[in-house]
C-alpha cells in the first residue's frame, strides 16, 4: 500500500528563520515519483518539484531546497530565509502509475 | 502558458438543482483529473481521463458525472447533491506517458450544497 507522511501540521516560524518540512512515504513499488506542491488561501495548488525513484539528487532552487533519500524514505523541503509569502499549506505526494496521493499537508506560517 | 481555468469560482446549490462545473487547459495535455478537498484536508481523487477516456472513478457517487468533451475541455455534472458534497473542486491536467508528470491545477470551484 501507498502512503505519505507529513508529521508536522503546523509549523510557525519567524521571517528569516530556515524551516524543514518533512515528508515520508511508503511504497512497495520501485518506479515511483515523489511531488511538493503549495497551496496558498487563494486554493490553488501551485506544483514545485518533481523527483522520480531513480534520481536521488537533490536539488535547490533559489530559497528552496529538498533533499531525497531512498534509505530512509524521506523527501524533505527547506525554504532558507522563509518570507511572509511563504504561508501557505504545503502538500508532498506520491505517484504510482496513475495514482496520486497526498500527504496531509503542514500549514507552515512566517511571522513578520 | 501553464494555466488550468475553472469556473465558476463559487457556486450554491440546493440538493435538487443539476449544475456543472468546467475546466479548461490549453497546455496540449493529455490526462485530466477532478479532485474534491475538504477544508483542512489534503485533495482526494475522484476521476481521471486519459486521452478523452475515463480510466479512472475512485468509486464517486453517481451523482456526479464527469465528461471530457475534447482535451482541452473537462466537466463535472452535478445532480441532487448532499450538504456533505460541499467543498473546493478542483481541476488538473498533465503530459501522459510512461513517465510520472506533474500536474497542474485550477483555482478550484467552492461549491456549498444547501
Known amino acids: 500500500a501507498q502512503k505519505v507522511t507529513q508529521a508536522q501540521t503546523e509549523i510557525s516560524v519567524v521571517e528569516k528563520e530556515d524551516v524543514t518540512l518533512d515528508c515520508v512515504y511508503e511504497t512497495r513499488d520501485t518506479t515511483y515519483y515523489l511531488f511538493w506542491y503549495k497551496q496558498p488561501p487563494s486554493g490553488e495548488l501551485v506544483f514545485l518539484i518533481r523527483r522520480n525513484s531513480f534520481d536521488e539528487q537533490n536539488e535547490i532552487s533559489g530559497r528552496y531546497s529538498w533533499n531525497f533519500q531512498k534509505s530512509t524514505s524521506s523527501f524533505n523541503f527547506t525554504i532558507t530565509a522563509s518570507q511572509v509569502v511563504d504561508s501557505a499549506v504545503y502538500f508532498c505526494a506520491l505517484r504510482v502509475n496513475d495514482k496520486i496521493i497526498f500527504g496531509k499537508g503542514t500549514r507552515l506560517h512566517i511571522l513578520p | 502558458d501553464t494555466e488550468v481555468t475553472q469556473t465558476p469560482k463559487h457556486l450554491v446549490m440546493g440538493m435538487t438543482n443539476k449544475k456543472s462545473l468546467k475546466c479548461e487547459q490549453h497546455m496540449g495535455h493529455r490526462a485530466m483529473y477532478w479532485y474534491k478537498q475538504k477544508a483542512k484536508k489534503p485533495p482526494e481523487l475522484m476521476f481521471v481521463y486519459s486521452y478523452e477516456k475515463l480510466s479512472i472513478n475512485e468509486s464517486v457517487p453517481s451523482r456526479f458525472s464527469p465528461e471530457c468533451p475534447n482535451s482541452s475541455l473537462l466537466n463535472l455534472h452535478l445532480h441532487a447533491l448532499q450538504p456533505e458534497d460541499s467543498a473546493l473542486y478542483l481541476c488538473?491536467?498533465?503530459?501522459?506517458?510512461?513517465?510520472?508528470?506533474?500536474?497542474?491545477f485550477g483555482p478550484g470551484t467552492r461549491l456549498t450544497v444547501t
Open positions: 488538473a491536467s498533465s503530459q501522459y506517458g510512461r513517465e510520472s508528470y506533474e500536474q497542474y
